[in-house]
């Protein structure tokens, strides 16, 4: 059976109308499925986990229509089940766990490549914990998390009144834009104090610490250019000395990479990441934010199986 997690917000609606389309072909109604939509923030969690409960040798896979806020939801209800597949239909804004694994198809299309071909591959997700929770308390993410300017960012952003109304007129993401000035001046950067495979290194004038999977973010971003995804290693992107107005010019020049030759910023690579800041600092994990002091990332052990038809 497989088990449709639809967010009928996501993409301003798009999700519902590429749902229905997919409803509304010949291939839907000849296979077993049931159709669950989120009706609420974190919903999409709280169904995984009470689905895979219910059903734990029925399920075929999760089929997520939605955005990466959505995605991010259901693997983190199937976080102690990493035997069920999983497969994404991307319908919200920034998809970048779509592009993240170079799925091209989209829709109907894609639907009917996941319930007739078997295109799983492995996926090694990441694993945080933030000091505002407990040691069994991990979450997992799939596409990145990422702490200071950009994910104050994200957290004003989603905070803002005029979010609402700009989602309504259909320009939700110029509240980026409006929280990015509003950021530019006010954001104090950190001393972050950070831990990568063994190795620790303090830093005074901390504007972004972020950790990928992939190379996507911010709905098609490239932050980490040349990013391969693997097993083992996340690329790790620290930015630190910058001046203000240089900031507006690293956000311009990463949709084509020309960030990476910025002075203020360094690639690396790590299995495992720790870090502490000198006070309280916003983080964005797949689009979502919160507030932390300190934080361990490292990679899922085990794999999934998830849908990546890249052809
Ligand atoms: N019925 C609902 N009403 C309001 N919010 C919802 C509902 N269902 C889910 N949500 C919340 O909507 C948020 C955004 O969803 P999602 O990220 O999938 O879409 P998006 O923001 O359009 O896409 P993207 O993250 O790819 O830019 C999620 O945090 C989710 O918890």
């Not at 999700?15 to 159709?35: E, G, M, W």
């Not at 597949?85 to 766990?97: C, H, Q, R, T, V």
């Not at 203000?244 to 495992?272: C, D, M, N, P, Y």
């Amino acid at each position: 059976m497989y088990i449709f997690i639809v967010n009928p917000t996501a993409g301003d609606g798009r999700a519902l109308r590429v749902f229905k389309n997919i409803q509304n072909d010949p291939l839907f109604h000849k296979i077993s499925c049931r159709t669950f939509f989120t009706k609420h923030k974190a919903h999409g969690e709280e169904l995984a986990k009470q689905l895979v409960e219910m059903y734990p040798d029925k399920i075929t896979s999760f089929i997520v229509v939605g955005g990466d806020g959505t995605y991010h939801e259901v693997l983190n209800g199937l976080k102690s089940y990493s035997t069920i597949p999983l497969a994404f239909i991307p319908a919200g804004s920034g998809n970048d766990f779509a592009r993240g694994i170079s799925s091209k198809l989209k829709g109907v299309r894609l639907f009917k490549k996941v319930v007739s071909s078997s295109c799983y591959r492995p996926y090694w997700g990441g694993v945080y914990r933030t000091d505002r929770r407990k040691k069994h308390h991990s979450r997992l993410f799939a596409n990145s998390i990422g702490f200071g300017f950009d994910a104050e960012v994200v957290r004003r952003s989603n905070q803002a009144s005029y979010k609402k109304w700009l989602n309504k007129i259909h320009i939700g993401s110029l509240s980026y834009v409006v929280a990015l000035l509003e950021c530019l001046f006010r954001y104090q950067p950190r001393t972050l104090t950070i831990t990568q495979d063994g190795v620790t290194t303090t830093h005074k004038n901390v504007w972004m610490l972020t950790i990928c999977i992939h190379g996507y973010y911010g709905g098609g971003m490239k932050i980490i250019p040349n990013s391969k995804m693997n097993e083992h290693n996340f690329s790790v992107l620290l930015l630190k000395n910058i001046s203000r107005w240089k900031i507006l010019g690293l956000f311009l020049t990463v949709f084509w990479g020309g960030h990476q030759h910025f002075k203020e910023i360094s690639i690396t690579e790590a299995v495992q990441v720790d870090f502490s800041a000198n006070q309280p600092i916003a983080y964005q994990v797949d689009g979502q934010s919160g507030l932390c002091e300190s934080c361990h990332v490292n990679k899922e052990i085990k794999s999934r199986s998830v849908f990546q038809y890249d052809k």
